[in-house]
């Protein structure tokens, strides 16, 4: 089955499509992934303007579609995929209205995605991951983004459970805020880990440790605006990239110590990793080592870096997931801003 999926929950604008195969062992052949940034336009506020970005999703996506078309010479389509939330709420509804015009046009179903959950199931476009699918769950998922982190258990597909999330600032809105503190521009995770990667000999003086917000707390949440007050009042006097491997190696610190509490408190057998900071290169070569040194037989799943930040292909692929939620009346389909996994 071909499906056109479409996503503009934030500030990127992105269509894809993809074939999707299988029921048990579902397989994956990207046909195009096409994605639009924003960034140059956000740059100037540090940060997203949501009227500005809905703007320019309806700019773009009549021109990001057309290109996605070209690429796959245009193969019939059998269904579209949409993410319907969570995200900024005038942006949503941009694509969802899109993908409503197309299935009149094109007499589609729509099926609408859960934006989380596409950040979890993109970890599934490989066939050996899914081959082994039983031995997959429990699964404890980190979803770090610039509007969430979460850990979540996941039972099965479909079926999930919010353990613990951030009680103010997300870790990708940290690296953002902070990085504006700092002079370094937006988005503010690929700055800050490209300034912190220079350093090769990392010893901080002590003036600079940053704390680890929660980090010894007996539950799954997290707290990062500490981080960026700490910096705000710190940073002066101190060198950049030293204050920047800090940031970067303080919220590793807490993101590896939560997920690891998780997954031994549930005996989970694996962890999956997918938003925009889990493109961090640090943190995913900690991931790993953490991993390897401190529980048994635990499988990790981290995407591809380019589908950890946002895309359609994920969309596409929650979507051959939750096909049981396509539907043809696809008129009552709504954006949701603040939809629950
Ligand atoms: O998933 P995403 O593209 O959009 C949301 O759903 O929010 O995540 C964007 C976030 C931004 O805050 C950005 O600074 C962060 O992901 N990010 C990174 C890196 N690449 C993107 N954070 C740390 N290291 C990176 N390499
Ligand atoms: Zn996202």
């Given at each position: 089955?071909?499906?056109?999926?479409?996503?503009?929950?934030?500030?990127?604008?992105?269509?894809?499509?993809?074939?999707?195969?299988?029921?048990?062992k579902p397989?994956?052949?990207?046909?195009?992934?096409?994605?639009?940034?924003?960034?140059?336009?956000?740059?100037?506020?540090?940060?997203?303007?949501?009227?500005?970005?809905?703007?320019?999703?309806?700019?773009?996506?009549?021109?990001?579609?057309?290109?996605?078309?070209?690429?796959?010479?245009?193969?019939?389509?059998?269904?579209?995929?949409?993410?319907?939330?969570?995200?900024?709420?005038?942006?949503?509804?941009?694509?969802?209205?899109?993908?409503?015009?197309?299935?009149?046009?094109?007499?589609?179903?729509?099926?609408?995605?859960?934006?989380?959950?596409?950040?979890?199931?993109?970890?599934?476009?490989?066939?050996?991951?899914?081959?082994?699918?039983?031995?997959?769950?429990?699964?404890?998922?980190?979803?770090?983004?610039?509007?969430?982190?979460?850990?979540?258990?996941?039972?099965?597909?479909?079926?999930?459970?919010?353990?613990?999330?951030?009680?103010?600032?997300a870790?990708?809105?940290?690296?953002?805020?902070?990085?504006?503190?700092?002079?370094?521009?937006?988005?503010?995770?690929?700055?800050?880990?490209?300034?912190?990667?220079?350093?090769?000999?990392?010893?901080?003086?002590?003036?600079?440790?940053?704390?680890?917000p929660?980090?010894?707390?007996?539950?799954?949440?997290?707290?990062?605006?500490?981080?960026?007050?700490?910096?705000?009042?710190?940073?002066?006097?101190?060198?950049?990239?030293?204050?920047?491997k800090?940031?970067?190696?303080?919220?590793?610190?807490?993101?590896?110590?939560?997920?690891i509490?998780?997954?031994?408190?549930?005996?989970?057998?694996?962890?999956?990793?997918?938003?925009?900071?889990?493109?961090n290169?640090?943190?995913?070569?900690?991931?790993?080592?953490?991993?390897?040194?401190?529980?048994?037989?635990?499988?990790?799943?981290?995407?591809?870096?380019?589908?950890?930040?946002?895309?359609?292909?994920?969309t596409?692929?929650?979507?051959?997931?939750?096909?049981?939620?396509?539907?043809?009346?696809w008129?009552?389909?709504?954006?949701?801003?603040?939809?629950?996994?």
């Amino acid at each position: 089955m071909i499906i056109l999926a479409i996503e503009t929950s934030c500030d990127d604008t992105c269509v894809a499509v993809i074939k999707a195969s299988g029921k048990k062992k579902p397989r994956f052949k990207i046909l195009s992934n096409i994605i639009s940034s924003q960034v140059e336009i956000h740059k100037k506020y540090g940060g997203v303007y949501p009227i500005l970005a809905k703007r320019e999703h309806q700019k773009n996506l009549p021109v990001v579609l057309e290109k996605a078309l070209k690429k796959t010479k245009k193969p019939k389509i059998d269904l579209i995929a949409v993410t319907v939330g969570p995200g900024l709420e005038p942006c949503l509804w941009v694509g969802v209205n899109f993908a409503k015009n197309l299935a009149q046009d094109w007499n589609l179903p729509i099926v609408p995605v859960n934006h989380i959950e596409a950040h979890i199931l993109v970890n599934f476009q490989f066939s050996p991951a899914v081959s082994g699918i039983q031995k997959i769950f429990p699964a404890v998922c980190l979803v770090v983004s610039g509007g969430h982190t979460q850990l979540i258990l996941m039972k099965d597909f479909g079926k999930y459970k919010i353990l613990g999330e951030t009680r103010d600032d997300a870790a990708g809105e940290c690296f953002d805020k902070i990085a504006r503190i700092l002079g370094l521009g937006y988005p503010g995770g690929p700055a800050i880990a490209a300034a912190a990667a220079k350093i090769t000999n990392y010893k901080l003086q002590i003036t600079n440790k940053l704390p680890r917000p929660m980090i010894n707390q007996k539950n799954y949440d997290f707290s990062f605006s500490g981080l960026k007050t700490a910096v705000l009042y710190g940073y002066k006097n101190q060198p950049i990239k030293e204050m920047c491997k800090e940031v970067q190696q303080a919220i590793i610190d807490v993101l590896i110590k939560k997920t690891i509490k998780a997954t031994k408190d549930f005996g989970a057998k694996t962890i999956i990793l997918g938003g925009g900071v889990a493109a961090n290169n640090e943190l995913r070569k900690q991931f790993i080592e953490n991993c390897k040194l401190k529980i048994e037989n635990c499988r990790f799943l981290v995407p591809p870096k380019n589908l950890c930040t946002d895309n359609a292909v994920m969309t596409a692929i929650a979507g051959y997931f939750n096909l049981n939620k396509k539907t043809k009346n696809w008129r009552k389909i709504k954006a949701n801003a603040n939809i629950k996994l």
